[in-house]
T-cell receptor, first 113, second 117 residues
Framework: GESVGLHLPTLSVQEGDNSIINCAYSNSASDYFIWYKQESGKGPQFIIDIRSNMDKRQGQRVTVLLNKTVKHLSLQIAATQPGDSAVYFC????????????FGQGTELSVKP | GAVVSQHPSWVICKSGTSVKIECRSL??????MFWYRQFPKQSLMLMAT?????????EQGVEKDKFLINHASLTLSTLTVTSAHPEDSSFYIC?????????????FGNGTRLTVT
């Protein structure tokens, strides 16, 4: 289902540590997933994506893991930096519906120097 | 690279007035654009799909007469909040682009902060 009326959970990490942000999605028909980073007052910024036929994808300092059995998605950020502080959202695309995305709840990441 | 531009970035209006927000794709054509609303400390909620040359498709619970969408060209979609009330105060964000599964990425605008007094 869609994320409605929920307040953001927060994750606080020390600079240099690894961060893991989790997301539960609801629709088993979702075939494409994206992680976005949103800084205050800005639109979402693409981080990494993964298709449903994969269970892991790596980018620069980021890794996305997909567990379709339990409908769970995670974003791992290596060597977290202060510039990583933001709100992170997962989004799912259902049944190849083009650019129509359903966003998850979001997690606010705070990196302490 | 491709960019989506929103205008204005912020607007303050009085209750009862209407406000128009523009979403432009700057260097690509978009037959479909999407409008989202985001309240403070909450996620983005899809409001509607804007279709070039035809009627917009609204999500359940979104009043089409309240949130008028026009997509008259391949590079511009507008969202008009009619008879705005304080509860319409929110961050409105649009997206445009191709089919991400086909390798054509989505792009988001930087949002429009609407405050209704």
């Amino acid at each position: 289902g869609e994320s409605v009326g929920l307040h953001l959970p927060t994750l606080s990490v020390q600079e240099g540590d690894n961060s893991i942000i989790n997301c539960a999605y609801s629709n088993s028909a979702s075939d494409y997933f994206i992680w976005y980073k949103q800084e205050s007052g800005k639109g979402p910024q693409f981080i990494i994506d993964i298709r449903s036929n994969m269970d892991k994808r790596q980018g620069q300092r980021v890794t996305v893991l997909l567990n379709k059995t339990v409908k769970h998605l995670s974003l791992q950020i290596a060597a977290t930096q202060p510039g990583d502080s933001a709100v992170y959202f997962c989004a799912e695309n259902i049944n190849n519906q083009g650019g129509k995305l359903i966003f998850g709840q979001g997690t606010e990441l705070s990196v302490k120097p | 690279g491709a960019v989506v531009s929103q205008h204005p970035s912020w607007v303050i209006c009085k209750s009862g007035t209407s406000v128009k927000i523009e979403c432009r794709s700057l260097d690509f054509q978009a037959t479909t654009m999407f409008w989202y609303r985001q309240f403070p400390k909450q996620s983005l909620m899809l409001m509607a799909t804007s279709n070039e040359g035809s009627k917009a498709t609204y999500e359940q619970g979104v009043e089409k007469d309240k949130f008028l969408i026009n997509h008259a060209s391949l590079t511009l979609s507008t969202l008009t909040v009619t008879s705005a009330h304080p509860e319409d105060s929110s961050f409105y964000i649009c997206s445009a682009g191709g089919n991400p599964l086909a390798g054509s990425p989505l792009h988001f605008g930087n949002g429009t902060r609407l405050t209704v007094t």
